[in-house]
T-cell receptor
């Protein structure tokens, strides 16, 4: 799986958009970008994933650059409850019972301030 | 609500005393995973079950074993815990061939 690089920490004001970057310059053509987050003392939580098109769901938006070497997770209106470690993970999509593995990097600690 | 349940949330054991952590799921997912997360580190996969098929990660110590008696339950056995095994142990599930893994709240293990 391709390696990812994320800033160790970021701050964001409550109610503002939080933009979390991720570099994955060695990503392969069949690898997806996944985002999970982990609130303190809880298990990780899936947020969103994408291959090359931008994606949006009820939690966040994912913007992937055209060359796919980087992406940005956007939380449009951050709340205090969004304070967590955000992990960007690149991997091949599971198929046929294989390619199951999530390899977590160090992630970004996002702190949302009142 | 369908979910992944881990009990207990906190477990204390003695150095060298076998301990078992449990995980159950109501999602009826084929795949179940065990991750270890040490303080200030990212979760690290220990092994996973695809149905009854056990898949061990290459660097998982022999001290760690797992059992999956049925679809709903999976156990993590640590045969002789050392101080270095103190960590949060996370159970997760996924539906076969699907991308999303659903995590339980974790069991924090303390080794005295």
């Amino acid at each position: 799986d391709a390696k990812t690089t994320q800033p160790p920490s970021m701050d964001c004001a409550e109610g503002r958009a939080a933009n979390l970057p991720c570099n994955h310059s060695t990503i392969s053509g069949n690898e997806y970008v996944y985002w999970y987050r982990q609130i303190h003392s809880q298990g990780p939580q899936y947020i969103i994933h994408g291959l090359k098109n931008n994606e949006t769901n009820e939690m966040a938006s994912l913007i992937i650059t055209e060359d796919r070497k980087s992406s940005t997770l956007i939380l449009p209106h951050a709340t205090l409850r969004d304070t967590a470690v955000y992990y960007c993970i690149v991997r091949v999509s599971p198929s046929g019972g294989s390619n199951y593995k999530l390899t977590f990097g160090k992630g970004t600690l996002l702190t949302v301030n009142p | 609500d369908a979910m992944v349940i881990q009990n207990p949330r906190y477990q204390v054991t003695q150095f060298g005393k076998p301990v078992t952590l449990s995980c159950s799921q109501t999602l009826n997912h084929n795949v179940m995973y065990w991750y270890q997360q040490k303080s200030s580190q990212a979760p690290k996969l220990l092994f996973h079950y695809y149905d009854k098929d056990f898949n061990n990660e290459a660097d998982t110590p022999d001290n760690f074993q797992s059992r999956r008696p049925n679809t709903s339950f999976c156990f993590l056995d640590i045969r002789s815990p050392g101080l270095g095994d103190a960590a949060m142990y996370l159970c997760a599930t996924s539906e076969q061939w699907k991308e999303t893994q659903y995590f339980g709240p974790g069991t924090r293990l303390l080794v005295l």
